[in-house]
């Protein structure tokens, strides 16, 4: 068992999640209610096909090219879903080429290898290659021993700040994650869920708004704090998720509404104390000023999604960096100096000018594409 899940199980998602369609399992004559349970909520599928010895399947064929497209593995491994992802990249690449690489335990007990059906069937491959261990820890193999399952969870826990990378502002590069993946592998172990960690967090949010929204200085501070914090547990809910494979399409909404919900209570929150310190109405206009430029940031991203076309994951990781919550770390600093008033200000105007120039470069990015088309007609 893998973070409340069993080893089998999670290699078998992890493959259907990258478009595998057809499993065979080698069984080595184990008991039916072991295999059972170790198929989890993959048993009595049609998808998965059970031999007691590989040879046996290689002899009947089962209706399957030898030249099939395969991936094999050997030993009880660990791995992450990227580094599954990345295999399967570099083979497509070169499908005639036979690629394998070791696990990264001391005792190199188990293998990943990519080739044609029929060549993976045979003796195993003696090369090693390097294509799924540039990250270092995974894959892993349990190999008997009682640390092997701990060790094993570590690895993969750590793994997931790496796969976050490409999505995190700067500074959750590398101070948020280096925080929350610790979190997340803890409570992991402990079988919290996911959307329970999205609520608690956002009424951590909730709360921070609220002393925003007071006037005294010691109240502001603690909410700049409380809402770093907050920010750092936000990228638990995700990492645990991955751990314990239990993501949907209802958590990732949760996720978004909440996170969105959070940040309009904290710049409303911003603004009612800036106008309970001050008793300046012009706080009010520039209250509606805000939440319009959250409107219209709304807008721009939803028409940049939908004009990204192939590249719409690239497009997704970019914006997420661009309107990540590295700001926390400048609230900290304004609430310190008592200028908090400083960014209700920059902010009201700043989302108008997020809005704009991601419009403005949607605009220029479609231009460049029907331009390549005309090209190419």
Same mark, same amino acid.
């Given at each position: 068992?893998?973070?409340?899940?069993?080893?089998?199980?999670?290699?078998?998602?992890?493959?259907?999640?990258?478009?595998?369609?057809?499993?065979?399992?080698?069984?080595? #004559?184990?008991?039916?209610?072991?295999?059972?349970?170790?198929?989890? $909520?993959?048993?009595?599928?049609?998808?998965?096909?059970?031999?007691?010895?590989?040879?046996? +399947?290689?002899?009947?064929?089962?209706?399957?090219?030898?030249?099939?497209?395969?991936?094999?593995?050997?030993?009880?491994?660990?791995?992450?879903?990227?580094?599954?992802?990345?295999?399967?990249?570099?083979?497509?690449?070169?499908?005639?080429?036979?690629?394998?690489?070791? $696990?990264? #335990?001391? #005792?190199?007990?188990?293998?990943?290898?990519?080739?044609?059906?029929?060549?993976?069937? @045979?003796?195993?491959?003696?090369?090693?290659?390097?294509?799924?261990?540039?990250?270092?820890?995974?894959?892993?193999a349990l190999n008997g021993r009682p640390q092997d399952r701990q060790e094993a969870e570590l690895r993969l826990a750590r793994s997931v700040r790496a796969e976050s990378v490409y999505t995190d502002a700067p500074l959750a590069q590398m101070i948020d994650r280096r925080l929350s993946w610790r979190i997340s592998y803890r409570l992991a172990r402990l079988g919290v869920?996911?959307?329970?960690?999205?609520?608690?967090?956002? &009424?951590?949010?909730? +709360?921070?708004?609220? %002393?925003?929204?007071?006037?005294?200085? !010691?109240?502001?501070?603690?909410?700049?704090? %409380?809402?770093? *914090?907050?920010?750092?547990?936000?990228?638990?809910?995700?990492?645990?998720?991955?751990?314990?494979?239990?993501? @949907?399409?209802?958590?990732?909404?949760?996720?978004?509404?909440?996170?969105?919900?959070?940040?309009? &209570?904290? +710049?409303?929150?911003?603004? *009612?104390?800036?106008?309970? *310190? $001050?008793?300046?109405?012009?706080?009010? !206009?520039?209250?509606?000023?805000?939440?319009?430029?959250?409107?219209?940031?709304?807008?721009?991203?939803?028409?940049?999604?939908?004009?990204?076309? #192939?590249?719409?994951?690239?497009?997704?990781?970019?914006?997420?960096?661009?309107?990540?919550?590295?700001?926390?770390?400048?609230?900290?600093? %304004?609430?310190?100096?008592?200028?908090?008033?400083?960014?209700?200000?920059?902010?009201?105007?700043?989302? !108008?000018? +997020?809005?704009?120039?991601? !419009?403005?470069?949607?605009?220029?990015?479609?231009?460049?594409?029907?331009?390549? *088309?005309?090209?190419?007609?």
């Open positions: 068992m893998i973070f409340g899940r069993p080893l089998l199980e999670r290699l078998l998602l992890l493959c259907t999640r990258e478009g595998v369609r057809r499993f065979i399992i080698e069984t080595h #004559d184990a008991p039916p209610n072991e295999i059972v349970r170790a198929l989890g $909520s993959f048993a009595g599928k049609p998808e998965i096909t059970l031999v007691d010895d590989f040879r046996h +399947f290689a002899a009947d064929g089962d209706g399957l090219a030898a030249a099939t497209p395969a991936i094999a593995f050997r030993g009880n491994l660990v791995l992450a879903r990227s580094q599954l992802r990345r295999a399967i990249e570099a083979y497509a690449e070169a499908p005639s080429q036979r690629m394998h690489v070791d $696990s990264t #335990d001391a #005792d190199r007990g188990g293998a990943i290898e990519l080739g044609p059906l029929a060549t993976l069937l @045979s003796d195993p491959a003696t090369g090693v290659g390097s294509i799924l261990t540039e990250r270092g820890f995974l894959p892993f869920t996911p959307n329970l960690v999205t609520l608690a967090n956002t &009424a951590l949010g909730v +709360f921070c708004a609220f %002393l925003f929204a007071t006037t005294g200085y !010691w109240n502001h501070l603690a909410g700049a704090i %409380l809402f770093l *914090v907050s920010i750092t547990i936000d990228g638990v809910d995700g990492e645990l998720a991955r751990l314990r494979m239990v993501e @949907s399409e209802t958590g990732a909404r949760l996720d978004v509404f909440t996170d969105n919900l959070v940040h309009v &209570a904290i +710049f409303i929150g911003l603004l *009612v104390g800036c106008y309970r *310190v $001050s008793h300046d109405r012009a706080y009010f !206009w520039l209250l509606g000023l805000l939440l319009s430029g959250f409107g219209a940031c709304a807008i721009s991203v939803n028409r940049a999604l939908e004009s990204a076309g #192939d590249e719409t994951e690239r497009w997704i990781q970019r914006i997420e960096q661009a309107t990540g919550r590295d700001f926390a770390y400048l609230l900290v600093v %304004l609430a310190i100096i008592g200028k908090l008033l400083w960014f209700a200000w920059s902010t009201a105007f700043g989302v !108008w000018i +997020f809005a704009g120039a991601l !419009w403005l470069l949607t605009n220029r990015r479609s231009s460049r594409y029907h331009a390549g *088309v005309r090209m190419a007609g």
